[in-house]
């Protein structure tokens, strides 16, 4: 009796484990269309000016920063551009 409660337990867990042990892992691809969004290895790219948009009845200061995001595989460093947006005062 006490095999036939276990049994469909054990099952699951074997067919768990299959699935789990058959995924091979997905390589990652560190590309990207727009370099002024991403880039890999080197220095840290210099930041931009900050700059404001007139947005019609209000202004945007844009302001954007190179920072560390981490590493490849192999090493290099993945920079990514933060932006940071303030209304300002149109002047």
């Known amino acids: 009796m ?3 409660r276990c049994l469909p337990v054990v ?3 074997a067919a768990l484990v299959a699935g ?3 995924n091979s ?3 990652p691809r560190y590309t990207t269309e727009n370099p002024d969004l991403l880039r890999i290895g080197g220095e840290r ?3 931009p ?3 404001t948009e007139n947005a019609g009845s209000f202004c945007m200061e844009i302001t954007e920063r ?4 981490g590493r490849t595989p192999d090493g290099q460093t993945l920079w990514a551009k933060d ?6 005062p149109c002047q």
């Open 49 to 51: 000016d900050v700059r």
């Open 25 to 27: 892992t997905i390589a």
């Open 66 to 69: 190179w920072n560390d995001h």
């Open 83 to 88: 932006t940071m947006r303030k209304v300002v």
């Open 2 to 4: 006490p095999l036939r």
């Open 11 to 13: 099952l699951v867990a």
């Open 20 to 22: 789990c042990a058959s």
């Open 45 to 47: 790219p210099s930041n």
